[in-house]
């Protein structure tokens, strides 16, 4: 079992930056809504909306440092979080109803139409057979020389 003088020499194998962070948060409290620097807060008082602590430019630049460290399960909910964003990844692009769709016509029908191709591509043997049996390879497979 680990010590807490264990504990102490792989903190200070981290850099300073993760360890400010982990000593100003430290992971246990991370899932209290008023103490996630990383979400924006709403003020009880006056009712106005505060930004996070964390751009999402610095939580980037902290899950990815954390993430090398092996310690980005210990980071609070983010949408940085390498999890989260493959998980949105797989889910595709999100639409309102009555939105037009993102992204040039092209770009959306890419997927649909390389399928179509690749179909056609394997079955391309086979119409080449059908196509010679028909009588319409005779042409140049069968030049007089």
Do not use: C
């Amino acid at each position: 079992m680990a010590t807490s003088a264990d504990f102490i020499r792989l903190a200070q194998t981290l850099p300073p930056r993760l360890t400010r962070f982990f000593a100003k948060y430290p992971p246990g409290t991370a899932n209290d809504v008023v103490k996630n620097p990383f979400k924006p807060t709403i003020h009880p008082v006056t009712k106005k909306w505060h930004n996070p602590v964390y751009s999402l430019r610095r939580q980037k630049e902290l899950v990815v440092l954390a993430r090398d460290y092996g310690l980005e399960d210990l980071l609070p909910p983010t949408v940085k979080k390498t999890a989260v964003r493959e998980k949105r990844a797989l889910e595709g692009p999100k639409m309102k109803k009555m939105m037009s769709p993102k992204g040039k016509e092209w770009e959306r029908t890419l997927k649909g139409r390389l399928e179509m191709r690749e179909k056609a591509m394997r079955g391309m043997p086979n119409l080449i057979e059908r196509w010679r049996k028909a009588g319409h390879g005779r042409g140049w497979t069968e030049w007089p020389r």
